[in-house]
Nanobody, 121 residues
Framework: QVQLVESGGGLVQAGGSLRLSCAAS????????MAWFCQAPGKEREFVAA???????YYADSVKGRFTISRDNTDNTLYLQMNSLNSEDTAVYYC???????????????WGQGTQVTVSS
């Protein structure tokens, strides 16, 4: 069982930045495919970004060039640097993890509780 705890959300003005963190409770963190998802009010949860064990990254088109996913395998922590935020980025952001293969956009086994990001215009 892997526990994931997100932090770093909050209220920010449009054009601003936030850095989300996700602390993972596993000694084999480096083996996991890690990802960020978001869910806006009234919408389904959607893929934001993922990073595999070797550091390869994947992004949703809507965040390319604005968001950066990274990981610290010595500290068992996942990050999401969010720049040039706009009102459409307002959502609850979730950290997710899995060991198995397949598409980076689904089939994750472990989820955090989420952290709220609100962008004011």
């Amino acid at each position: 069982q892997v526990q994931l705890v997100e932090s770093g959300g909050g209220l920010v003005q449009a054009g601003g930045s936030l850095r989300l963190s996700c602390a993972a409770s596993t000694r084999t963190f480096k083996s996991y495919l890690m990802a960020w998802f978001c869910q806006a009010p009234g919408k389904e949860r959607e893929f934001v970004a993922a990073i595999n064990w070797s550091g390869s990254t994947y992004y949703a088109d809507s965040v390319k060039g604005r968001f950066t996913i990274s990981r610290d395998n010595t500290d068992n922590t996942l990050y999401l640097q969010m720049n040039s935020l706009n009102s459409e980025d307002t959502a609850v952001y979730y950290c997710a993890a899995r060991l198995s293969g397949g598409s980076v956009k689904n089939a994750y086994d472990y989820w955090g509780q989420g952290t709220q990001v609100t962008v004011s215009s």
